[in-house]
C-alpha cells in the first residue's frame, strides 16, 4: 500500500531544534514532510490551508508564544493533533495545556520520546476522528438508512430463512455484476462464494442458526467474491413473522495482500523468492518420511567465487547470477524435493531417497548441472560448488544440528576438492578442533625444513615436443599424516593468513632449484610459481623477488609468476603497475585458470604477460564437449592475436593433446606427458631428454568411422569394406568415438541410433558442431519418425539407413558420402 508522508507545522525559533527533532524523526523511520514558522501570521495561514496533519511547537518563543498557538490551532483546526516540544514546562502550566486541548508534550532532553509522541497523537486523532463519524452514523442510522445501502463501500445482503437474498446494496452489485433484480431470490454462496468456498460458507450460515438457540446471533467468515477477499460479519434480526439475517462484508483485499508480504518477507529470501532458514528449520521439524521409511537427505549447497563476481563486475551482477543458479535448481529438483537460500552464497535441498546409491548418484547429477557454466549477457562464468550431505532415517532430529552439520561436511568438500561433495560423518564434528592443529603444525612447517617440499610438473611444446618449463606444485610431507594434498593446506593456510609466508618460501624454493639444475649443466628450463592474491597485494613484492633472484643466482628470465585469472582483476590498475615492474627486471608472467572467471579483455590486452594457461576443466571434455571446444579455440585465437604463448593444463589423452595441437595451442602439461615430479625424477628427466610424441590429427584417407554397440554388426560391417580402400576405424562407444574423432580427420562416420551411452542423434548432433565438415549417416534398425525427422531437422545427419542393408545399396551411399565430403572440402585422396 502507498505510504503518505506525515505532514509536519513545526513552530519553532531555534534551527538546531528543528534539525534535532527532525532527525529523531527519521530515525524512527517516519515519512514526512516539514513546514518550519516562527511567527503568528504564518502559523495561522498554515491552518486556514488545512495543511498539517499534526503541529509540533515549542512553548516559548520571542514572538508568539505556543499557548497562543495552541487556542488558535483549537478555532481554526481542532482535530489537528498539538504536541509541544519545549525545553521544560512546568506541572501545573502542563496540565493546563493539556485541559486546553494539547495532546502531549515532550521535553527537548528526552528527544527519543518525540516519535512516539507523534505517532500516539496521530493514532489517537484518527481514533476520534472514527469515534466521532460513528457517532454520527449512529445518530442517523434509522433516517439514512436507505442512503447507506445505496452508497455505502461494505457489501451489505440481506437474507431470508433459508440464505437466500432479499435485499443487496448497490456495492454487493457491482462485487458479484449483477443488478439487485437478478441477485433477489437466488442463494448466498452461490453468488458469493468461490465454488470451492460454497460448502464452507453454507455451514457458516448453518452457525447463525445455531448462535441463535444460544443467545449469540453473530458469525464471521472470509470468503472471495470475484476477484475480492471479503470479510463478512452476519447477524439475524428478529422481526414480527420472520427473522432475517443481515450480512456486512468488508474488503480486505490490500490487507491480505500486506499479510502475504509481511510473511513473505519473514520467511522468504527477497532475491531469489526461495524459502530462508528459518522456514527451512520448520520444515525439517515437521518432517514425516512417506510410507517404506525413504531416507531424507539435506544438501548444502556451497557455490564459490561469487565474492570475486561482486568484487570486480559489481553486486547486481552478483545478483543476476544468484537468480541464475537459484532458477537452475529449482529446474533440477523433483516433486516432493524442498529448496531454499540459507546464507550468502549456499543454498539448501531437501529431497527423499530410497538409498544411498540413488542419493550418491542424484549429487553427480546436481553437480554436473551446477558445474556447467552460467551465461549472463556476453559473458559466461564458471563458478565451482560443492556439496554437504546429511542423512536422516526415520531418526528424530533437530533442524539447526542438521544444518550445521551439513555446514561441517560442506567445509569438507571444499577442503578436500575431490568428488565435490561429502557426506557428513560423526568424526567432522571435530573438525573446527582439527584445524587448529593442523594450522598449529603448518606453522612449524613453514619455521623449520624438509617438511614443505615442491614437485615440478613439466610443460612442453607443441612443435618441437621438447620440456621448455616446469610448474613449482608445493607439497606437505606431514609426519602425522603423510603428505597432505596442497587443496587442503592451502585454503587453510589462506584462512589463518600463513599464505605470503608460505607462497614466499615456495618462491625461494623453486628458485634456488632452477638455479641447481642450471649449475648441473642441464639445459636451462623456465620454472613457474604461481602467487596467490595475497601477495599480489604486497607491497614489497617486488623486493621479495629481487631477494629471491639475488640468493639463488637465478636469471630473472628463467623465471614465470603466474597469476589467476580472478586475481588480476581485483584491482587491474595495481596489478598492471607491479607486473610492469617485474617485466622490466626481466621476469615472465602468465595468467593461469583463463577461462574459469571474468576477466576484461580490455585489461587482457594491457596486462604485460607472455602465456595464458587454458584451465584444465576446458581440457576435459575438449573431445566431447563442442563447448569446450570452441572456447579453447577461441582462447588459442585471441592469445596468439595479442602475441602470447597458450600453455594447456590438464592434457590426459592423446585426443586432447591432437585437438589442441590442431587449434595451435604452444606448450601442454598434464598426465598425457608427465605427472608433478619430485626433485630426483625431475632431473632425471631432463638428463634424457625426453620429449613429447608428437600429437597432430592423422591426415584425411577416405577415413571411415563406424560406431554401433553391437560387436556383430562391427564385424559384418568389417567384412564387407575389406579391400575397399577406405581406412576404417571401428568402436562399441560413442565416447571413444570422439577420441578417435580427436585423433583421425574422419570424412564420413556412420552410427547406430539405439546406444546405451549416447544415442545416434545426439551423438552426430556434437560431431556436426565440432567438425561440420563430416558426412554424418545413422545406420539402425529403429525407424521411429519421430527420431529421424529429429535427426533431419537438426542438421545432424546426411542419410538415415535402415537395417538389415543391401550390401550393394551400403557401399554405393559410402561413395556417394566420400565424394561429397572431398567435393566440399576440396581435398584429395592420399
Same mark, same amino acid.
Given at each position: 500500500m502507498e505510504q503518505f508522508p506525515i505532514k509536519i507545522l513545526l513552530l519553532e525559533d531555534v534551527q538546531l531544534d528543528v534539525e534535532m527533532a527532525c532527525d529523531a524523526l527519521t530515525v524512527a523511520g517516519l515519512v514526512f514532510e516539514t513546514r518550519h514558522v516562527m511567527l503568528e501570521g504564518d502559523f495561522r495561514a498554515a491552518l486556514l490551508e488545512k495543511w498539517p496533519d499534526i503541529i509540533i511547537a515549542d512553548y516559548s518563543l520571542p514572538h508568539f508564544d505556543g499557548y497562543t498557538a495552541l487556542l488558535l490551532r483549537r478555532e481554526l483546526a481542532p482535530d489537528v493533533p498539538f504536541v509541544y516540544f519545549t525545553g521544560s514546562l512546568g506541572e501545573e502550566r502542563a496540565v493546563e495545556t493539556l485541559r486546553a486541548g494539547a495532546t502531549d508534550y515532550v521535553l527537548k532532553h528526552s528527544l527519543q520520546r518525540l516519535p512516539m509522541a507523534v505517532l500516539?497523537?496521530?493514532?489517537?486523532?484518527?481514533?476520534?476522528?472514527?469515534?466521532?463519524?460513528?457517532?454520527?452514523?449512529?445518530?442517523?442510522?434509522?433516517?439514512?438508512?436507505?442512503?447507506?445501502?445505496?452508497?455505502?463501500?461494505?457489501?451489505?445482503?440481506?437474507?431470508?430463512?433459508?440464505?437466500?437474498?432479499?435485499?443487496?446494496?448497490?456495492?454487493?452489485?457491482?462485487?458479484?455484476?449483477?443488478?439487485?433484480?437478478?441477485?433477489?431470490?437466488?442463494?448466498?454462496?452461490?453468488?458469493?462464494?468461490?465454488?470451492?468456498?460454497?460448502?464452507?460458507?453454507?455451514?457458516?450460515?448453518?452457525?447463525?442458526?445455531?448462535?441463535?438457540?444460544?443467545?449469540?446471533?453473530?458469525?464471521?467468515?472470509?470468503?472471495?467474491?470475484?476477484?475480492?477477499?471479503?470479510?463478512?460479519?452476519?447477524?439475524?434480526?428478529?422481526?414480527?413473522?420472520?427473522?432475517?439475517?443481515?450480512?456486512?462484508?468488508?474488503?480486505?483485499?490490500?490487507?491480505?495482500?500486506? =499479510?502475504?508480504?509481511?510473511?513473505?518477507?519473514?520467511?522468504?529470501?527477497?532475491?531469489?523468492?526461495?524459502?530462508?532458514?528459518?522456514?527451512?528449520?520448520?520444515?525439517?521439524?515437521?518432517?514425516?518420511?512417506?510410507?517404506?521409511?525413504?531416507?531424507?537427505?539435506?544438501?548444502?549447497?556451497?557455490?564459490?567465487?561469487?565474492?570475486?563476481?561482486?568484487?570486480?563486475?559489481?553486486?547486481?551482477?552478483?545478483?543476476?547470477?544468484?537468480? =541464475?543458479?537459484?532458477r537452475r535448481l529449482g529446474s533440477w529438483q523433483q516433486a516432493g524435493d524442498w529448496l531454499a537460500r540459507v546464507g550468502d552464497n549456499n543454498f539448501a535441498l531437501m529431497l527423499e531417497v530410497s538409498d544411498e546409491v540413488e542419493l550418491i548418484n542424484q549429487l553427480r547429477h546436481l553437480l554436473e548441472q551446477l558445474r556447467k557454466p552460467h551465461r549472463l549477457d556476453d559473458r559466461e562464468f564458471f563458478l565451482p560448488a560443492y556439496l554437504g550431505v546429511v542423512v536422516h532415517n526415520n531418526e528424530e532430529h533437530d533442524p539447526a544440528g542438521s544444518l550445521q552439520a551439513a555446514e561441517a561436511a560442506l567445509h569438507r568438500a571444499i577442503l578436500d576438492q575431490g568428488e565435490g561433495y561429502q557426506l557428513y560423518q560423526s568424526t567432522l564434528s571435530n573438525e573446527a578442533a582439527e584445524r587448529l592443529i593442523l594450522e598449529g603444525e603448518l606453522r612449524l612447517a613453514l619455521q623449520g625444513e624438509g617438511q614443505l617440499v615442491l614437485h615440478y610438473q613439466p610443460q612442453a611444446d607443441l612443435g618441437s615436443g621438447k620440456v621448455v618449463g616446469?610448474?613449482?606444485?608445493?607439497?606437505?610431507?606431514?609426519?602425522?599424516?603423510?603428505?597432505?594434498?596442497?587443496?587442503?593446506?592451502?585454503?587453510?593456510?589462506?584462512?589463518?593468513?600463513?599464505?605470503?609466508?608460505?607462497?614466499?618460501?615456495?618462491?625461494?624454493?623453486?628458485?634456488?632449484?632452477?638455479?641447481?639444475?642450471?649449475?648441473?649443466?642441464?639445459?636451462?628450463?623456465?620454472?613457474?610459481?604461481?602467487?596467490?592474491?595475497?601477495?599480489?597485494?604486497?607491497?614489497?613484492?617486488?623486493?621479495?623477488?629481487?631477494?629471491?633472484?639475488?640468493?639463488?643466482?637465478?636469471?630473472?628470465?628463467?623465471? =614465470?609468476?603466474?597469476?589467476?585469472?580472478?586475481?588480476?582483476?581485483?584491482?587491474?590498475?595495481?596489478?598492471?603497475?607491479?607486473?610492469?615492474?617485474?617485466?622490466?627486471?626481466?621476469?615472465?608472467?602468465?595468467?593461469?585458470?583463463?577461462?574459469?572467471?571474468?576477466?576484461?579483455?580490455?585489461?587482457?590486452?594491457?596486462?604485460?604477460?607472455?602465456?595464458?594457461?587454458?584451465?584444465?576443466?576446458?581440457?576435459?571434455?575438449?573431445?566431447?564437449?563442442?563447448?569446450?571446444?570452441?572456447?579453447?579455440?577461441?582462447?588459442?585465437?585471441?592469445?596468439?592475436?595479442?602475441?602470447?604463448?597458450?600453455?594447456?593444463?590438464?592434457?590426459?589423452?592423446?585426443?586432447?593433446?591432437?585437438?589442441?595441437?590442431?587449434?595451435?595451442?604452444?606448450?601442454?602439461?598434464?598426465?598425457?606427458?608427465?605427472r608433478p615430479l619430485a626433485v630426483e625424477a625431475c632431473t632425471a628427466l631432463l638428463s634424457a631428454g625426453t620429449t613429447l610424441s608428437a600429437g597432430r590429427r592423422q591426415r584425411y584417407n577416405r577415413t571411415l568411422l563406424m560406431v554401433d554397440d553391437e560387436s556383430n554388426i562391427l564385424a559384418s560391417l568389417r567384412r564387407l569394406l575389406r579391400g575397399s580402400g577406405y581406412q576404417l576405424l571401428t568402436t562399441n562407444s560413442p565416447l571413444e568415438a570422439f577420441e578417435l574423432l580427436a585423433t583421425h580427420e574422419v570424412g564420413v562416420i556412420v552410427a547406430d541410433q539405439r546406444m546405451p551411452e549416447l544415442n545416434g542423434t545426439e551423438l552426430l548432433n556434437r560431431v556436426k558442431d565440432m567438425y561440420p565438415g563430416t558426412v554424418r549417416m545413422i545406420l539402425s534398425g529403429y525407424t521411429d519418425l519421430q527420431t529421424v525427422t529429429d535427426a533431419v531437422n537438426r542438421g545432424a545427419i546426411y542419410k538415415f539407413l535402415t537395417k538389415p542393408w543391401e550390401d550393394d545399396a551400403l557401399l554405393a551411399v559410402l561413395e556417394e558420402a566420400f565424394s561429397k565430403y572431398e567435393l566440399d572440402r576440396n581435398v584429395a585422396v592420399r
Open positions: 500516539r497523537a496521530l493514532a489517537e486523532a484518527d481514533a476520534m476522528r472514527d469515534q466521532a463519524r460513528a457517532r454520527r452514523e449512529l445518530d442517523n442510522e434509522r433516517q439514512l438508512l436507505g442512503a447507506v445501502l445505496a452508497t455505502a463501500g461494505a457489501l451489505i445482503v440481506v437474507l431470508d430463512r433459508n440464505g437466500r437474498i432479499m435485499q443487496i446494496n448497490p456495492s454487493a452489485e457491482r462485487s458479484i455484476g449483477q443488478s439487485k433484480v437478478d441477485a433477489i431470490g437466488k442463494e448466498f454462496r452461490q453468488l458469493f462464494a468461490s465454488v470451492g468456498e460454497s460448502e464452507w460458507v453454507g455451514s457458516q450460515l448453518d452457525r447463525l442458526e445455531e448462535h441463535e438457540r444460544s443467545d449469540s446471533n453473530y458469525v464471521s467468515w472470509r470468503s472471495t467474491v470475484g476477484h475480492l477477499s471479503v470479510q463478512w460479519s452476519a447477524g439475524r434480526l428478529p422481526g414480527s413473522q420472520a427473522e432475517y439475517a443481515v450480512l456486512a462484508g468488508i474488503d480486505v483485499t490490500e490487507q491480505e495482500i500486506a =499479510e502475504q508480504q509481511a510473511y513473505f518477507l519473514r520467511h522468504y529470501d527477497s532475491l531469489t523468492g526461495l524459502p530462508n532458514r528459518a522456514l527451512l528449520e520448520r520444515r525439517l521439524d515437521q518432517f514425516q518420511p512417506t510410507e517404506g521409511g525413504n531416507l531424507l537427505a539435506l544438501i548444502l549447497i556451497g557455490v564459490e567465487r561469487l565474492a570475486d563476481v561482486r568484487d570486480s563486475l559489481g553486486v547486481a551482477t552478483g545478483d543476476l547470477l544468484l537468480r =541464475e543458479i537459484s616446469l610448474e613449482a606444485l608445493v607439497r606437505w610431507n606431514h609426519p602425522r599424516l603423510g603428505l597432505v594434498p596442497p587443496a587442503q593446506f592451502i585454503p587453510l593456510a589462506e584462512s589463518c593468513g600463513l599464505i605470503i609466508k608460505l607462497g614466499e618460501q615456495v618462491l625461494r624454493m623453486a628458485c634456488h632449484q632452477a638455479a641447481a639444475w642450471q649449475r648441473a649443466g642441464l639445459p636451462p628450463v623456465t620454472v613457474a610459481v604461481n602467487l596467490a592474491a595475497a601477495q599480489w597485494s604486497q607491497s614489497n613484492l617486488l623486493a621479495i623477488v629481487k631477494s629471491a633472484l639475488a640468493e639463488s643466482g637465478l636469471d630473472p628470465q628463467w623465471l =614465470e609468476l603466474e597469476l589467476t585469472e580472478s586475481t588480476s582483476m581485483h584491482d587491474p590498475s595495481a596489478t598492471i603497475k607491479v607486473m610492469a615492474n617485474l617485466r622490466a627486471m626481466g621476469v615472465h608472467m602468465s595468467i593461469d585458470d583463463f577461462g574459469t572467471g571474468y576477466c576484461n579483455l580490455n585489461y587482457l590486452k594491457r596486462f604485460p604477460v607472455d602465456k595464458l594457461k587454458i584451465d584444465r576443466s576446458f581440457v576435459m571434455e575438449i573431445t566431447t564437449d563442442p563447448d569446450d571446444l570452441a572456447i579453447s579455440r577461441t582462447v588459442v585465437a585471441i592469445a596468439h592475436q595479442l602475441r602470447l604463448e597458450v600453455v594447456a593444463e590438464g592434457v590426459e589423452t592423446e585426443g586432447q593433446l591432437a585437438l589442441l595441437a590442431d587449434a595451435g595451442c604452444d606448450l601442454i602439461q598434464g598426465y598425457f606427458f608427465s
